[in-house]
């Protein structure tokens, strides 16, 4: 029998969480951070009228989508790219410059994924400890070593929903050897643009990403789309490893449309952040020490892990799927994507007639 490589066979595979609940109930699926609205009706329209097309292949660089990104976001053209999902831009990047002895650098509780993307390559993967549920440049700059090749920071993060400022950011780039490539993974970015300083133009530096996503704001996570602005020669290299034309005609009709309808996205965008604002006092009104969000979710802390996990299986016996956090180092947390009002009133209520029985 043929065996995979080494670091292949040693690794498991990136798991995306059980969505059982007790069955005959109607499901509320709150576990993965999709958008609690539709996405622009003028998205779906195009997504279906590229179906008259699909005996062409599509094109092979989104040349639409890059336009109407770099329109919506007074961003170059040609430092703009995309991929399917920013996770397929992730690991791509992670397969332009680590291998093998090299190690990828994130925060104690960044996104999982990245540390699937150090795997898949045999590099190592190092985190650094954060503080109160925030990204620590300090810790950061602490753990990089001479084997240091990219640095994902998500911002804001993921499962913490916290963000750091862009003078944060700044003094992260500067305090890491200006060989590491950063990649700050704004897939929540939307959440936070009207607060947060935009940090596009720190890619001018040449050794700074950034990502974005229509899967979270624009409520598109089926289509698979995701986008970076890169410095070019880090561009010219990502291409090599993109095989062209891989994202579907549809999906690339959709983002379009999507990406040229933002008046649309920043109504989204407000009324979850309304509807999140209310949950997350609810929830410390009964007592958890959630953390600010500028994300589409919260963090709720448990007093320890078997809190967690009982509030999750009660919660599940009335169709509501969260996300328990053990897979991400925190088994005493559980995390709640923001849905409907309806939906988040039905949650609260739940949640609080648990916690008054057991205590959180
Ligand atoms: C959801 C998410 C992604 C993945 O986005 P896709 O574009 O759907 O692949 C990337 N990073 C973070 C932090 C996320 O939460």
């Not at 007790?22 to 622009?40: D, Y």
């Not at 320890?304 to 180092?329: C, H, P, Q, T, Y």
Request: net charge negative; hydrophobic share 40%; glycine share 10%.
């Amino acid at each position: 029998m043929i065996e995979p490589l080494p670091h292949l066979a040693a690794m498991s595979a990136y798991q995306l969480p059980p969505q059982d609940y007790a069955p005959g109930k109607t499901p509320i699926l709150i576990g993965q951070n999709e958008s609690a609205f539709p996405p622009s009706p003028k998205a779906l329209d195009a997504a279906q009228a590229a179906m008259a097309g699909l005996r062409r292949y599509p094109g092979s660089d989104f040349a639409e989508l890059r336009a109407a990104i770099a329109e919506a976001h007074n961003l170059e053209f040609e430092r703009l790219f995309c991929g399917n999902g920013s996770m397929e831009l992730i690991a791509a990047l992670t397969r332009c410059y680590c291998g093998p002895g090299d190690a990828v650098l994130s925060s104690q509780y960044g996104y999982g994924y990245f540390k699937t993307a150090a795997q898949t390559v045999g590099a190592d993967y190092i985190s650094a400890p954060e503080e109160g549920f925030r990204v620590s440049v300090d810790a950061l700059i602490a753990a990089a070593t001479d084997q240091t090749k990219v640095c994902f920071v998500a911002n804001p993060g993921n499962p913490t929903g916290t963000v750091i400022g862009r003078d944060e950011l700044e003094r992260l780039r500067n305090g890491l050897p200006s060989d590491i490539l950063l990649v700050i993974d704004e897939a929540y970015g939307e959440f936070a643009d009207g607060t947060q300083q935009r940090c596009f133009d720190m890619c001018d530096q040449g050794n700074v990403i950034v990502l974005r996503t229509l899967s979270k704001a624009y409520g598109l996570a089926g289509i698979r789309v995701g986008w970076g602005y890169f410095p070019p020669p880090v561009l010219a290299t990502l291409r090599k490893l993109m095989p062209p034309g891989l994202t579907s005609a549809m999906s690339l009709a959709a983002a379009t449309a999507a990406m040229r309808d933002q008046a649309y996205m920043r109504g989204v965008v407000t009324e979850t952040a309304r509807l999140r604002d209310g949950f997350a006092a609810r929830l410390r009104q009964l007592g958890y020490p959630v953390p600010e969000s500028a994300t589409n979710f919260v963090l709720c802390p448990f007093s320890d892990a078997e809190k967690a996990a009982k509030a999750d299986a009660a919660l599940r016996a009335e169709g509501i799927v969260g996300r328990n956090m053990g897979s991400f180092g925190l088994p005493h947390c559980l995390r709640f994507t923001i849905a409907s009002e309806a939906e988040m009133a039905f949650v609260g209520d739940m949640l609080e007639a648990w916690t008054k029985e057991n205590g959180g």
